[in-house]
């Protein structure tokens, strides 16, 4: 579960901005978009949130962001060598941007534990790193490390809570390298469960194919439930079915010798999925079945991401999409958003934070103030993170009209255009 998200320095971001997912006091919609999570001492939080801004605000920045933070926990110990840099990517457009550290920091719950824990790099090291534990609701500091530039030396604090070969890890800890991923990899059982979080986030950013793989694999074990999550959500079809096919259509340069060719054959013959959707042919008893491929996009997106969504639903994942809207009619966003904040449906409280376009949903009655955030960008051109409910919109208001006014900002300016 996911309670708070900051980032600083980091693509469009200059100073700390911070995502919430922490509920606010009003009752509104309360029992169906918030739940009480299983620690004591917490708010209630949401189980999801909205991002709205103009083009180029950085509403995916903040999505890159979160992303960065999770390949970088999962990779950084095992998929870079001593001296390769750190592919993140600073506010360029501050004095200092380039030579200051990008910081991330996230407040999660997992395994009813919850935790804190955050990280500053530069394109060479990584300078600060910390992990704090609250079991019994008790702050417990397990590690920090901290490099000091005069000295050129990395400084340590293990915790008197945090056991296991700390030596060696810190010892096997890269410069580039984060110890949270290091000691896992070198099996600190303590530290499985925070990265167990990371791996379990699931992002996706603007512009990436989504395929069908993980969807396929739902439907292997639970068919049911994929197709009835794409009738709710609209879409005509009876039945799925996944097909094994091989791929053994290989071309060949015209001069390869014959048994090279048949060893080839041999050992690069492939299987692989194929998925069909059966339609029902209109005042008949007959059917057919349909490739995927003959499917709208939309359909096929849909379906694409059928998989992540009924993981995060049964399994209590958070799941960060940027524009959700994109290849989506506005009612099936709404019809996603209400299988989320349906307490029989999302038993485990998954969650979604996804940026959109969709203003019609502002006054759909689907969502709390505390839900919707706002992105623009300063005079500096670094972007400013803020909610609705810092504008204590009246109950009534018409939330749509007064952003397309300008009440809230986060729009475009529309210049003149001259010829």
Known sequence: ???????????????????????????????????IPPVEGLPRLLRSSVIYGANGAGKSNLIKALDFMREFV?????????????TNKPFLLHPNGGETASEFEVFFLQDDIRYQYGFAVTKKRVTHEWLFAYPSNRAQ??????????????????????????????????????????????NSEQLKPVLTWFHELVVIRH?????????????EN??????HFLQEAGIEVEGIEVKEAEINQIKFPDDMPDEVREAVQRN????FKKVFFKHHIKETKSSCLLPIEEESDGT???????????DMLKNGRVLIIDELDNSFHPYLVRFLLSVIHNSVSNKQNGQLVFSTHDTS????????????WFMEKDDQQATQLYPLSDFHPRKKEALEKGYLQGRFGALPYIGEVKF
């Open 361 to 372: 949903i502002l006054d759909a009655k689907i969502l709390r103030r505390d839900q919707i």
């Open 1 to 35: 579960m996911l309670i708070e998200f900051s980032v600083k320095n980091y693509r469009s971001f200059w100073g700390s901005q911070t995502l919430s997912m922490a509920a606010g006091a009003t009752k509104e919609l309360q029992e169906e978009n918030s739940f």
């Open 222 to 227: 639970d068919e049911k439930y994929i197709l």
């Open 74 to 86: 999962s990779r950084s110990s095992k998929e870079t060598q001593e001296g390769e840099h750190i």
């Open 300 to 310: 096929r997106k849909l379906f694409a991401y059928a998989g992540p969504w009924l």
């Open 207 to 219: 512009g990436q194919q989504i395929g069908p793989e993980f969807t396929v694999k739902y439907c």
């Open 268 to 271: 690069l013959i492939k299987r």
């Open 141 to 186: 500091r397990w590690f920090e490390r901290a490099y000091n530039p005069k000295t050129e030396k990395e400084e340590w604090y293990f915790g008197p809570k945090f056991s296991g070969q700390k030596k060696t890890w810190q010892e096997s800890t890269r410069a580039n390298a984060l110890f949270l991923s290091t000691a896992v990899q070198l």
